[in-house]
Protein backbone atom coordinates (compact mmCIF):
# COMPACT_ATOMS: atom_id res chain seq x y z
CA UNK A 1 0.00 0.00 0.00
CA UNK A 2 1.20 3.70 -0.73
CA UNK A 3 1.25 6.60 0.75
CA UNK A 4 -1.75 8.44 0.74
CA UNK A 5 -2.66 12.10 0.57
CA UNK A 6 -5.56 14.35 1.27
CA UNK A 7 -7.70 15.45 -1.82
CA UNK A 8 -10.59 17.77 -1.84
CA UNK A 9 -13.17 17.76 -4.09
CA UNK A 10 -16.94 18.70 -4.75
CA UNK A 11 -18.75 14.84 -4.48
CA UNK A 12 -15.49 13.15 -3.50
CA UNK A 13 -16.80 10.89 -0.75
CA UNK A 14 -13.16 9.49 0.54
CA UNK A 15 -10.76 12.08 0.46
CA UNK A 16 -7.69 10.06 0.40
CA UNK A 17 -6.09 8.64 -2.42
CA UNK A 18 -2.67 6.97 -3.26
CA UNK A 19 0.21 8.86 -4.21
CA UNK A 20 0.37 9.09 -8.54
CA UNK A 21 -3.86 8.07 -8.12
CA UNK A 22 -4.48 9.71 -11.46
CA UNK A 23 -6.95 12.28 -12.17
CA UNK A 24 -9.09 10.08 -14.52
CA UNK A 25 -9.36 7.96 -11.89
CA UNK A 26 -10.51 10.47 -9.21
CA UNK A 27 -13.11 11.93 -11.87
CA UNK A 28 -14.77 8.34 -12.16
CA UNK A 29 -15.84 8.54 -8.81
CA UNK A 30 -17.10 12.27 -9.10
CA UNK A 31 -18.26 11.64 -12.66
CA UNK A 32 -22.12 11.07 -12.15
CA UNK A 33 -22.29 14.75 -10.73
CA UNK A 34 -21.58 15.98 -14.24
CA UNK A 35 -24.05 15.87 -17.11
CA UNK A 36 -21.11 15.46 -19.55
CA UNK A 37 -17.54 13.38 -19.79
CA UNK A 38 -15.16 15.01 -17.39
CA UNK A 39 -12.22 16.37 -20.07
CA UNK A 40 -10.08 18.47 -17.49
CA UNK A 41 -9.06 19.04 -14.18
CA UNK A 42 -7.84 21.64 -12.04
CA UNK A 43 -4.48 20.80 -9.29
CA UNK A 44 -4.18 23.61 -6.72
CA UNK A 45 -5.87 25.54 -9.78
CA UNK A 46 -3.52 25.00 -12.06
CA UNK A 47 -5.26 23.12 -15.29
CA UNK A 48 -4.13 19.15 -15.90
CA UNK A 49 -5.35 16.57 -17.65
CA UNK A 50 -6.64 13.36 -16.45
CA UNK A 51 -3.66 11.66 -17.20
CA UNK A 52 -2.07 13.83 -15.00
CA UNK A 53 -1.42 12.19 -10.81
CA UNK A 54 -1.95 13.86 -7.79
CA UNK A 55 1.25 13.84 -5.37
CA UNK A 56 0.38 16.23 -2.33
CA UNK A 57 -2.37 17.21 -0.74
CA UNK A 58 -4.27 19.28 -3.00
CA UNK A 59 -7.51 20.66 -4.46
CA UNK A 60 -9.07 19.13 -7.36
CA UNK A 61 -11.71 20.74 -9.63
CA UNK A 62 -13.27 18.77 -12.92
CA UNK A 63 -14.46 20.29 -15.61
CA UNK A 64 -16.92 19.38 -18.31
CA UNK A 65 -18.27 20.27 -22.26
CA UNK A 66 -20.75 22.73 -20.77
CA UNK A 67 -17.45 25.08 -19.06
CA UNK A 68 -15.50 27.34 -21.31
CA UNK A 69 -12.12 25.34 -20.31
CA UNK A 70 -13.97 22.26 -21.25
CA UNK A 71 -15.19 23.56 -25.21
CA UNK A 72 -11.96 24.90 -25.58
CA UNK A 73 -10.38 20.82 -24.64
CA UNK A 74 -13.43 19.99 -26.68
CA UNK A 75 -12.65 21.76 -29.67
CA UNK A 76 -8.91 20.89 -30.08
CA UNK A 77 -10.03 17.30 -29.09
CA UNK A 78 -12.15 17.00 -32.56
CA UNK A 79 -9.73 18.60 -34.27
CA UNK A 80 -7.12 16.67 -33.91
CA UNK A 81 -9.96 13.52 -34.73
CA UNK A 82 -10.54 15.19 -37.73
CA UNK A 83 -7.02 15.65 -38.90
CA UNK A 84 -6.32 11.83 -38.33
CA UNK A 85 -9.84 10.69 -39.89
CA UNK A 86 -8.76 12.53 -42.94
CA UNK A 87 -5.27 10.76 -43.17
CA UNK A 88 -7.08 7.77 -42.85
CA UNK A 89 -9.46 8.27 -45.44
CA UNK A 90 -7.40 10.40 -48.16
CA UNK A 91 -4.15 9.07 -47.28
CA UNK A 92 -0.81 9.62 -44.92
CA UNK A 93 -0.50 13.04 -46.88
CA UNK A 94 -4.17 14.73 -46.79
CA UNK A 95 -3.38 17.81 -44.74
CA UNK A 96 -6.44 19.70 -43.07
CA UNK A 97 -6.14 23.37 -42.60
CA UNK A 98 -8.37 24.92 -39.80
CA UNK A 99 -9.02 28.60 -40.57
CA UNK A 100 -11.00 30.24 -37.51
CA UNK A 101 -13.92 29.87 -35.70
CA UNK A 102 -17.45 29.91 -37.35
CA UNK A 103 -20.65 30.17 -35.47
CA UNK A 104 -20.76 26.46 -33.68
CA UNK A 105 -17.36 25.28 -35.18
CA UNK A 106 -14.20 25.49 -37.09
CA UNK A 107 -13.84 26.82 -40.57
CA UNK A 108 -11.51 24.33 -42.41
CA UNK A 109 -10.14 22.94 -45.42
CA UNK A 110 -8.08 19.82 -46.99
CA UNK A 111 -4.85 21.19 -48.38
CA UNK A 112 -5.14 20.17 -52.47
CA UNK A 113 -8.16 18.17 -52.43
CA UNK A 114 -12.05 19.16 -53.92
CA UNK A 115 -14.47 19.25 -51.10
CA UNK A 116 -17.63 17.36 -51.85
CA UNK A 117 -20.76 15.66 -49.16
CA UNK A 118 -19.37 11.84 -50.24
CA UNK A 119 -15.90 12.45 -48.90
CA UNK A 120 -17.28 14.62 -45.87
CA UNK A 121 -19.70 11.89 -45.22
CA UNK A 122 -16.60 9.18 -45.62
CA UNK A 123 -14.74 11.33 -42.86
CA UNK A 124 -17.82 11.67 -40.48
CA UNK A 125 -17.98 8.16 -40.45
CA UNK A 126 -14.70 7.42 -39.67
CA UNK A 127 -14.56 10.04 -37.03
CA UNK A 128 -17.59 8.71 -35.53
CA UNK A 129 -15.54 5.07 -35.38
CA UNK A 130 -12.57 6.72 -33.70
CA UNK A 131 -15.15 8.37 -31.00
CA UNK A 132 -16.37 4.30 -30.27
CA UNK A 133 -13.04 2.68 -30.55
CA UNK A 134 -12.55 5.29 -27.37
CA UNK A 135 -8.38 5.06 -28.25
CA UNK A 136 -6.28 7.40 -25.83
CA UNK A 137 -5.03 10.76 -26.72
CA UNK A 138 -1.28 10.21 -25.92
CA UNK A 139 0.98 12.71 -24.40
CA UNK A 140 4.57 12.67 -25.02
CA UNK A 141 7.13 14.84 -23.66
CA UNK A 142 10.05 15.22 -26.41
CA UNK A 143 12.78 17.95 -27.11
CA UNK A 144 11.92 20.91 -28.26
CA UNK A 145 14.95 19.75 -31.43
CA UNK A 146 13.58 16.28 -31.95
CA UNK A 147 10.17 17.74 -32.33
CA UNK A 148 11.64 20.32 -34.84
CA UNK A 149 13.06 17.21 -37.26
CA UNK A 150 10.06 15.39 -36.93
CA UNK A 151 7.90 17.80 -38.76
CA UNK A 152 10.52 18.73 -40.69
CA UNK A 153 10.79 14.98 -41.94
CA UNK A 154 7.12 15.13 -42.23
CA UNK A 155 7.42 18.46 -44.22
CA UNK A 156 5.14 20.33 -41.71
CA UNK A 157 7.22 23.15 -41.92
CA UNK A 158 4.64 25.76 -40.51
CA UNK A 159 5.25 23.54 -37.27
CA UNK A 160 8.61 23.21 -37.53
CA UNK A 161 8.89 27.59 -37.77
CA UNK A 162 6.44 28.06 -34.68
CA UNK A 163 8.45 25.19 -32.54
CA UNK A 164 11.76 27.58 -33.71
CA UNK A 165 10.12 30.78 -31.45
CA UNK A 166 9.44 28.80 -28.51
CA UNK A 167 11.77 28.66 -25.70
CA UNK A 168 10.62 25.97 -24.27
CA UNK A 169 13.67 23.09 -23.76
CA UNK A 170 10.81 20.43 -23.87
CA UNK A 171 7.63 20.49 -25.91
CA UNK A 172 4.48 18.21 -25.67
CA UNK A 173 3.21 16.34 -28.78
CA UNK A 174 0.18 14.29 -29.11
CA UNK A 175 -0.18 10.89 -30.50
CA UNK A 176 -3.65 9.58 -32.11
CA UNK A 177 -3.60 6.30 -34.25
CA UNK A 178 -0.32 6.55 -34.98
CA UNK A 179 -0.47 10.20 -35.98
CA UNK A 180 1.56 13.14 -34.02
CA UNK A 181 0.53 16.67 -33.97
CA UNK A 182 1.61 20.05 -31.82
CA UNK A 183 -1.19 21.37 -29.87
CA UNK A 184 -0.45 24.64 -27.79
CA UNK A 185 -3.60 23.48 -25.84
CA UNK A 186 -4.50 20.63 -24.10
CA UNK A 187 -6.57 17.30 -25.22
CA UNK A 188 -9.16 15.28 -23.57
CA UNK A 189 -8.40 11.60 -22.35
CA UNK A 190 -9.80 9.49 -24.92
CA UNK A 191 -11.82 9.94 -28.18
CA UNK A 192 -14.83 8.30 -26.65
CA UNK A 193 -15.62 11.80 -24.76
CA UNK A 194 -15.46 13.41 -28.30
CA UNK A 195 -19.09 12.13 -29.18
CA UNK A 196 -21.09 14.77 -30.82
CA UNK A 197 -19.62 16.95 -33.89
CA UNK A 198 -20.58 17.07 -37.53
CA UNK A 199 -18.78 18.38 -41.13
CA UNK A 200 -20.85 20.50 -42.78
CA UNK A 201 -19.97 21.28 -46.81
CA UNK A 202 -20.06 25.33 -47.97
CA UNK A 203 -18.72 25.65 -50.95
CA UNK A 204 -15.92 26.04 -53.12
CA UNK A 205 -13.56 23.80 -50.83
CA UNK A 206 -13.94 25.13 -47.28
CA UNK A 207 -16.43 23.07 -44.83
CA UNK A 208 -17.15 23.03 -41.07
CA UNK A 209 -16.55 21.11 -38.27
CA UNK A 210 -19.46 21.29 -36.31
CA UNK A 211 -19.36 20.72 -32.27
CA UNK A 212 -22.34 21.68 -29.31
CA UNK A 213 -22.19 25.22 -28.55
CA UNK A 214 -21.40 26.46 -25.12
CA UNK A 215 -25.10 27.46 -24.07
CA UNK A 216 -26.25 23.97 -25.64
CA UNK A 217 -23.50 21.37 -24.44
CA UNK A 218 -26.42 18.59 -24.77
CA UNK A 219 -26.82 18.55 -28.44
CA UNK A 220 -25.79 19.54 -31.92
CA UNK A 221 -27.60 23.02 -33.35
CA UNK A 222 -28.20 23.45 -36.71
CA UNK A 223 -25.41 24.96 -38.38
CA UNK A 224 -25.80 29.03 -39.44
CA UNK A 225 -23.93 29.97 -42.09
CA UNK A 226 -22.76 33.48 -42.08
CA UNK A 227 -21.97 34.91 -45.32
CA UNK A 228 -20.48 38.18 -44.78
CA UNK A 229 -18.71 37.12 -42.13
CA UNK A 230 -16.66 34.56 -43.77
CA UNK A 231 -16.16 36.38 -46.84
CA UNK A 232 -14.69 39.34 -44.56
CA UNK A 233 -12.42 36.54 -42.73
CA UNK A 234 -11.61 34.97 -46.63
CA UNK A 235 -10.23 38.72 -47.86
CA UNK A 236 -8.22 39.26 -45.09
CA UNK A 237 -6.44 35.58 -45.11
CA UNK A 238 -5.89 36.66 -48.77
CA UNK A 239 -4.57 39.62 -47.81
CA UNK A 240 -1.88 38.05 -45.10
CA UNK A 241 -1.28 35.21 -47.79
CA UNK A 242 0.05 37.50 -50.15
CA UNK A 243 2.20 39.16 -47.48
CA UNK A 244 3.55 35.49 -46.65
CA UNK A 245 2.12 36.22 -43.01
CA UNK A 246 -0.35 33.32 -42.46
CA UNK A 247 0.65 32.29 -39.28
CA UNK A 248 2.52 33.11 -35.90
CA UNK A 249 6.11 32.16 -36.95
CA UNK A 250 5.72 34.37 -39.90
CA UNK A 251 5.36 37.58 -37.93
CA UNK A 252 7.95 36.60 -35.26
CA UNK A 253 10.38 36.01 -38.92
CA UNK A 254 9.53 40.07 -39.51
CA UNK A 255 10.22 41.21 -36.34
CA UNK A 256 13.69 39.00 -36.06
CA UNK A 257 14.44 40.50 -39.88
CA UNK A 258 13.71 43.83 -38.14
CA UNK A 259 10.76 44.74 -40.66
CA UNK A 260 7.87 45.19 -38.32
CA UNK A 261 7.55 48.99 -39.25
CA UNK A 262 6.44 47.78 -42.93
CA UNK A 263 3.98 45.40 -41.63
CA UNK A 264 2.33 47.78 -38.94
CA UNK A 265 1.65 50.00 -41.91
CA UNK A 266 0.40 47.27 -44.37
CA UNK A 267 -1.49 45.95 -41.79
CA UNK A 268 -3.29 49.51 -41.50
CA UNK A 269 -3.90 50.31 -44.70
CA UNK A 270 -5.56 47.42 -45.07
CA UNK A 271 -7.75 48.34 -42.65
CA UNK A 272 -8.15 52.17 -43.74
CA UNK A 273 -8.88 50.17 -47.22
CA UNK A 274 -12.19 48.86 -45.69
CA UNK A 275 -13.22 51.80 -44.36
CA UNK A 276 -12.69 53.79 -47.43
CA UNK A 277 -14.82 51.43 -49.65
CA UNK A 278 -17.63 51.63 -46.87
CA UNK A 279 -17.93 54.87 -46.89
CA UNK A 280 -17.96 55.20 -50.77
CA UNK A 281 -20.37 52.68 -50.39
CA UNK A 282 -22.36 54.23 -48.07
CA UNK A 283 -22.44 57.73 -50.71
CA UNK A 284 -23.23 55.74 -53.45
CA UNK A 285 -26.24 54.89 -52.06
CA UNK A 286 -28.28 57.73 -52.07
CA UNK A 287 -31.32 57.47 -49.88
CA UNK A 288 -29.16 56.41 -47.03
CA UNK A 289 -29.70 58.76 -43.89
CA UNK A 290 -28.51 56.81 -41.02
CA UNK A 291 -25.59 54.84 -40.78
CA UNK A 292 -25.74 52.36 -37.67
CA UNK A 293 -22.19 50.15 -36.37
CA UNK A 294 -21.92 47.23 -33.84
CA UNK A 295 -20.27 44.36 -32.87
CA UNK A 296 -19.16 42.51 -29.96
CA UNK A 297 -16.55 43.50 -27.31
CA UNK A 298 -13.82 45.34 -27.88
CA UNK A 299 -13.95 45.09 -31.96
CA UNK A 300 -12.93 48.83 -31.78
CA UNK A 301 -16.10 50.41 -32.60
CA UNK A 302 -15.27 53.83 -31.53
CA UNK A 303 -12.24 54.33 -33.69
CA UNK A 304 -13.94 52.37 -36.43
CA UNK A 305 -16.67 54.50 -36.07
CA UNK A 306 -14.99 58.12 -36.39
CA UNK A 307 -12.67 56.77 -38.93
CA UNK A 308 -15.89 56.49 -41.01
CA UNK A 309 -17.54 59.89 -40.24
CA UNK A 310 -14.01 61.39 -41.12
CA UNK A 311 -14.21 59.44 -44.53
CA UNK A 312 -17.33 60.48 -44.78
CA UNK A 313 -16.37 64.03 -44.88
CA UNK A 314 -13.90 63.98 -47.13
CA UNK A 315 -16.47 62.50 -49.93
CA UNK A 316 -18.83 65.43 -48.99
CA UNK A 317 -21.13 64.91 -46.21
CA UNK A 318 -21.79 66.90 -42.77
CA UNK A 319 -21.83 63.92 -40.31
CA UNK A 320 -24.21 64.10 -37.28
CA UNK A 321 -23.06 61.70 -34.53
CA UNK A 322 -26.00 60.14 -32.00
CA UNK A 323 -24.88 58.72 -28.64
CA UNK A 324 -27.43 55.79 -27.62
CA UNK A 325 -26.06 55.80 -24.30
CA UNK A 326 -27.99 59.47 -24.06
CA UNK A 327 -31.30 57.78 -24.62
CA UNK A 328 -31.24 55.41 -21.80
CA UNK A 329 -34.42 55.43 -19.61
CA UNK A 330 -34.57 56.87 -16.47
CA UNK A 331 -33.54 54.47 -13.31
CA UNK A 332 -36.58 54.16 -11.96
CA UNK A 333 -37.67 52.64 -15.38
CA UNK A 334 -34.70 50.68 -15.86
CA UNK A 335 -35.03 46.78 -16.43
CA UNK A 336 -33.27 44.88 -13.53
CA UNK A 337 -31.95 41.19 -14.62
CA UNK A 338 -32.28 37.82 -13.13
CA UNK A 339 -30.05 38.69 -10.28
CA UNK A 340 -31.68 42.04 -9.56
CA UNK A 341 -29.38 44.70 -10.67
CA UNK A 342 -30.10 47.02 -13.79
CA UNK A 343 -30.06 46.12 -16.93
CA UNK A 344 -28.33 48.76 -19.48
CA UNK A 345 -27.39 45.87 -21.94
CA UNK A 346 -31.02 45.49 -22.99
CA UNK A 347 -32.71 46.80 -25.44
CA UNK A 348 -35.73 47.94 -22.70
CA UNK A 349 -32.99 49.63 -21.04
CA UNK A 350 -33.10 52.22 -23.93
CA UNK A 351 -36.09 54.51 -24.55
CA UNK A 352 -36.36 53.71 -28.11
CA UNK A 353 -39.49 55.67 -28.50
CA UNK A 354 -37.90 59.28 -28.07
CA UNK A 355 -35.05 57.99 -30.00
CA UNK A 356 -37.43 57.58 -32.93
CA UNK A 357 -39.03 60.71 -32.46
CA UNK A 358 -36.22 62.51 -32.82
CA UNK A 359 -34.96 60.61 -35.53
CA UNK A 360 -38.33 60.71 -37.92
CA UNK A 361 -37.89 64.60 -36.80
CA UNK A 362 -34.29 64.95 -37.85
CA UNK A 363 -34.82 63.34 -41.46
CA UNK A 364 -37.87 65.99 -41.39
CA UNK A 365 -35.86 68.54 -41.48
CA UNK A 366 -37.04 69.51 -37.54
CA UNK A 367 -34.21 70.91 -34.95
CA UNK A 368 -34.11 68.51 -31.90
CA UNK A 369 -32.58 69.07 -28.55
CA UNK A 370 -30.55 65.84 -27.71
CA UNK A 371 -30.85 64.37 -23.69
CA UNK A 372 -27.64 63.88 -21.88
CA UNK A 373 -27.92 60.59 -19.87
CA UNK A 374 -26.63 61.69 -16.07
CA UNK A 375 -24.93 58.08 -14.78
CA UNK A 376 -24.78 59.65 -11.04
CA UNK A 377 -28.21 60.60 -10.68
CA UNK A 378 -29.87 57.98 -13.13
CA UNK A 379 -32.06 60.62 -14.84
CA UNK A 380 -32.10 62.55 -18.47
CA UNK A 381 -30.65 66.10 -18.53
CA UNK A 382 -31.32 68.88 -21.17
CA UNK A 383 -28.81 71.48 -21.62
CA UNK A 384 -29.59 72.84 -25.24
CA UNK A 385 -27.77 70.77 -27.40
CA UNK A 386 -29.53 71.25 -30.10
CA UNK A 387 -29.44 70.24 -33.76
CA UNK A 388 -30.94 70.33 -36.82
CA UNK A 389 -29.75 67.65 -40.11
CA UNK A 390 -28.51 68.91 -43.18
CA UNK A 391 -29.43 67.85 -46.97
CA UNK A 392 -25.94 66.40 -47.07
CA UNK A 393 -25.82 65.01 -44.03
CA UNK A 394 -25.87 61.72 -42.16
CA UNK A 395 -26.41 60.91 -38.73
CA UNK A 396 -24.27 57.89 -37.38
CA UNK A 397 -25.28 55.71 -34.38
CA UNK A 398 -22.64 53.02 -32.60
CA UNK A 399 -23.66 51.02 -30.14
CA UNK A 400 -24.88 47.54 -29.08
CA UNK A 401 -28.01 47.67 -30.64
CA UNK A 402 -27.62 49.23 -33.34
CA UNK A 403 -28.08 46.81 -36.13
CA UNK A 404 -31.24 45.86 -34.50
CA UNK A 405 -34.40 47.03 -36.47
CA UNK A 406 -36.07 47.16 -32.97
CA UNK A 407 -33.73 49.77 -32.17
CA UNK A 408 -34.60 52.62 -35.37
CA UNK A 409 -37.67 50.81 -36.18
CA UNK A 410 -39.42 54.34 -37.71
CA UNK A 411 -36.76 54.62 -40.11
CA UNK A 412 -37.31 52.84 -43.81
CA UNK A 413 -34.82 50.44 -44.20
CA UNK A 414 -33.32 51.82 -47.48
CA UNK A 415 -32.47 54.91 -45.47
CA UNK A 416 -30.35 52.34 -43.11
CA UNK A 417 -26.95 51.23 -43.67
CA UNK A 418 -25.68 48.96 -41.17
CA UNK A 419 -22.21 47.45 -40.54
CA UNK A 420 -21.06 44.48 -38.46
CA UNK A 421 -17.50 45.22 -36.98
CA UNK A 422 -15.54 42.68 -35.07
CA UNK A 423 -11.37 41.42 -34.96
CA UNK A 424 -11.84 38.41 -37.46
CA UNK A 425 -8.23 36.78 -36.81
CA UNK A 426 -6.88 36.30 -39.87
CA UNK A 427 -3.27 34.40 -39.10
CA UNK A 428 -2.94 31.35 -37.14
CA UNK A 429 -0.43 29.62 -34.78
CA UNK A 430 0.40 27.02 -37.13
CA UNK A 431 -1.52 25.27 -40.09
CA UNK A 432 -4.05 23.44 -37.24
CA UNK A 433 -4.10 25.48 -34.36
CA UNK A 434 -6.30 28.42 -35.35
CA UNK A 435 -6.77 31.54 -33.32
CA UNK A 436 -10.10 32.41 -31.12
CA UNK A 437 -11.64 35.82 -32.43
CA UNK A 438 -12.38 35.94 -28.66
CA UNK A 439 -9.40 35.41 -27.50
CA UNK A 440 -7.73 39.02 -29.07
CA UNK A 441 -10.80 40.84 -27.83
CA UNK A 442 -10.32 38.95 -24.48
CA UNK A 443 -6.55 40.49 -24.64
CA UNK A 444 -8.01 43.58 -25.81
CA UNK A 445 -10.31 44.40 -22.95
CA UNK A 446 -7.91 43.64 -20.28
CA UNK A 447 -5.55 46.09 -21.42
CA UNK A 448 -8.20 49.00 -22.20
CA UNK A 449 -9.80 48.22 -18.76
CA UNK A 450 -6.23 47.93 -16.86
CA UNK A 451 -5.17 51.25 -18.71
CA UNK A 452 -8.72 53.81 -18.61
CA UNK A 453 -10.80 51.79 -15.62
CA UNK A 454 -7.74 50.38 -13.51
CA UNK A 455 -9.09 47.21 -13.52
CA UNK A 456 -6.94 44.34 -12.66
CA UNK A 457 -6.72 41.45 -15.86
CA UNK A 458 -8.67 39.13 -13.14
CA UNK A 459 -11.92 41.20 -12.78
CA UNK A 460 -11.86 41.40 -16.27
CA UNK A 461 -11.67 37.81 -17.14
CA UNK A 462 -14.68 37.34 -14.52
CA UNK A 463 -16.97 39.70 -16.35
CA UNK A 464 -16.56 38.06 -19.35
CA UNK A 465 -18.80 35.41 -19.02
CA UNK A 466 -21.37 37.80 -18.74
CA UNK A 467 -19.73 39.92 -21.42
CA UNK A 468 -20.39 36.51 -24.04
CA UNK A 469 -24.04 36.40 -22.22
CA UNK A 470 -24.77 39.71 -23.94
CA UNK A 471 -23.43 39.18 -27.20
CA UNK A 472 -25.03 35.99 -27.94
CA UNK A 473 -28.41 37.57 -27.08
CA UNK A 474 -28.11 40.90 -28.33
CA UNK A 475 -25.69 41.01 -31.43
CA UNK A 476 -24.94 37.70 -32.92
CA UNK A 477 -28.32 37.24 -33.89
CA UNK A 478 -28.34 40.76 -35.90
CA UNK A 479 -24.71 39.93 -37.92
CA UNK A 480 -25.93 38.67 -41.09
CA UNK A 481 -28.88 41.41 -41.57
CA UNK A 482 -26.11 44.15 -42.26
CA UNK A 483 -24.51 45.60 -45.35
CA UNK A 484 -20.93 45.34 -44.79
CA UNK A 485 -18.59 43.46 -42.43
CA UNK A 486 -15.38 45.25 -41.18
CA UNK A 487 -12.45 43.42 -39.81
CA UNK A 488 -10.74 45.13 -37.03
CA UNK A 489 -7.76 42.93 -36.50
CA UNK A 490 -4.35 43.57 -37.62
CA UNK A 491 -2.30 40.80 -38.01
CA UNK A 492 0.62 42.22 -36.21
CA UNK A 493 -1.30 43.51 -33.16
CA UNK A 494 -0.78 40.10 -30.70
CA UNK A 495 2.76 40.73 -30.17
CA UNK A 496 1.69 44.16 -28.92
CA UNK A 497 -0.71 42.99 -26.75
CA UNK A 498 2.01 40.82 -25.53
CA UNK A 499 3.78 43.61 -24.05
CA UNK A 500 0.75 45.06 -22.23
CA UNK A 501 -1.46 42.07 -21.59
CA UNK A 502 1.53 39.83 -20.27
CA UNK A 503 2.69 41.56 -16.64
CA UNK A 504 -1.20 41.91 -15.92
CA UNK A 505 -1.96 38.13 -16.45
CA UNK A 506 1.43 36.96 -14.68
CA UNK A 507 -0.40 39.30 -11.75
CA UNK A 508 -3.28 37.05 -11.33
CA UNK A 509 -3.03 35.31 -8.02
CA UNK A 510 -2.80 31.62 -8.07
CA UNK A 511 -5.68 30.87 -5.93
CA UNK A 512 -8.25 33.29 -8.15
CA UNK A 513 -10.71 31.23 -10.23
CA UNK A 514 -9.63 32.66 -13.49
CA UNK A 515 -5.85 31.83 -13.04
CA UNK A 516 -6.37 28.62 -15.33
CA UNK A 517 -7.63 31.09 -17.86
CA UNK A 518 -5.03 33.23 -16.97
CA UNK A 519 -2.29 30.84 -17.50
CA UNK A 520 -4.11 29.61 -21.17
CA UNK A 521 -3.35 33.08 -22.45
CA UNK A 522 -0.45 33.17 -21.19
CA UNK A 523 0.67 29.80 -22.83
CA UNK A 524 -1.43 30.93 -26.40
CA UNK A 525 1.21 34.09 -25.59
CA UNK A 526 4.04 32.17 -25.77
CA UNK A 527 3.65 31.54 -29.46
CA UNK A 528 4.18 35.20 -30.31
CA UNK A 529 7.82 37.54 -30.38
CA UNK A 530 7.10 40.65 -28.58
CA UNK A 531 6.58 44.40 -31.06
CA UNK A 532 7.17 47.54 -29.79
CA UNK A 533 3.99 49.75 -30.03
CA UNK A 534 6.35 53.14 -30.76
CA UNK A 535 5.52 52.96 -34.64
CA UNK A 536 2.01 52.21 -34.45
CA UNK A 537 0.23 55.24 -35.83
CA UNK A 538 -1.74 57.52 -33.50
CA UNK A 539 -4.98 56.93 -35.61
CA UNK A 540 -4.59 53.20 -35.19
CA UNK A 541 -7.49 51.31 -33.86
CA UNK A 542 -5.17 49.47 -31.48
CA UNK A 543 -4.41 53.00 -30.09
CA UNK A 544 -8.01 52.39 -28.59
CA UNK A 545 -6.70 49.74 -26.17
CA UNK A 546 -3.17 50.42 -25.98
CA UNK A 547 -3.34 53.96 -25.56
CA UNK A 548 -2.50 57.59 -27.37
CA UNK A 549 -5.22 57.12 -29.37
CA UNK A 550 -6.16 60.81 -31.42
CA UNK A 551 -9.59 60.16 -31.45
CA UNK A 552 -10.89 61.01 -27.48
CA UNK A 553 -14.34 60.06 -26.80
Not at 91 to 106: E, F, M, Q, R, Y
Not at 127 to 138: I, P, Q, S, T, V
Not at 183 to 207: C, H, M, P, V
Amino acid sequence: MGKKIMITCDGLSDNEVIVGTTLKEISEKVKDNFKYDILLAKIDNDLAELTDTVTRNCDVEFYDRSSTLGRYIYISSATFMLIVAVKNILGPDAKVITKHSLDNGVLCQIEGVDINRTILNQINEEMHRLAKENLLFEKISVSRTDAIKYFKNKKQLDKVNVLKYISNTYVNLYKLDNCYNYFYSKLAYSTGQIDEFETNYLYANDFVLSVPTLSKPNKMTEYSHHTKVVDAFNRAEEFTSKLGCEYAADVNRVVSDAKITDLILLAESYYESQLQRTADDISSKRDVRLVLLAGPSSSGKTTTSKKIMNYLKSNGHGVLQISVDNYFKELKDTPKDENGDYDFECIEAVDTELLNKHLVDLLAGKEVEFPTYNFLTGKREYNGNKAKLGANEIMVIEGIHAINDQMTFSIEKKLKYKIYISPLVNIGIDSQNYIHTTDIRKLRRIVRDSKTRGKTASATLKMWHSIRKGEEKYIYPYQDDVDTVINSNLCYEIGVLKTYVEPLLFCVDENDNVYPEALRLINFLRNFLPIPSDDIPINSVLREFIGGSCYKD
